[in-house]
């Protein structure tokens, strides 16, 4: 079972960037593909960023393309969410997601989360 641990939240003003991290306890975390996930109370919990555990594919939901960036960093163990350009709509409580062998967007196919990280962006 692998533990994820997210880190990197905080609150920052609109057109700002900040880099999420989600550290694995587990030592054969290549054979993980890891996502990022966000949810505000009271909405379901909505799929941001995946990147399969080859480190060679990354999707992105519509709302981030081209302003959110996912890598993975195998030596040690952590995921990443580079949020540039972040807008209000970005508030939210972004979770790290884990999975031997899905590496799509639906959250409910993900076997381990993370307690998650807040970002709040101010306008």
């Known amino acids: 079972q692998v533990h994820l641990a997210e880190s990197g939240g905080g609150l920052v003003q609109a057109g700002s960037s900040l880099r999420l991290s989600c550290a694995a306890s587990?030592?054969?975390?290549?054979?993980?593909?890891m996502a990022w996930f966000r949810q505000v109370p009271g909405k379901d919990r909505e799929f941001v960023a995946v990147?399969?555990?080859?480190?060679?594919?990354?999707g992105y939901a519509d709302s981030v393309k081209g302003r959110f960036t996912i890598s993975s960093d195998n030596a040690k163990n952590t995921v990443y969410l580079q949020m540039n350009s972040l807008i209000p709509e970005d508030t939210a409580l972004y979770y790290c997601?884990?999975?031997?062998?899905?590496?799509?967007?639906?959250?409910?196919?993900?076997?381990?989360w993370g307690q998650g990280t807040q970002v709040t962006v101010s306008s």
């Open positions: 990147i399969r555990n080859s480190g060679m594919f990354t």
């Open positions: 587990e030592r054969t975390f290549s054979r993980y593909h």
């Open positions: 997601a884990a999975d031997t062998g899905y590496a799509g967007s639906a959250s409910y196919n993900y076997a381990y």
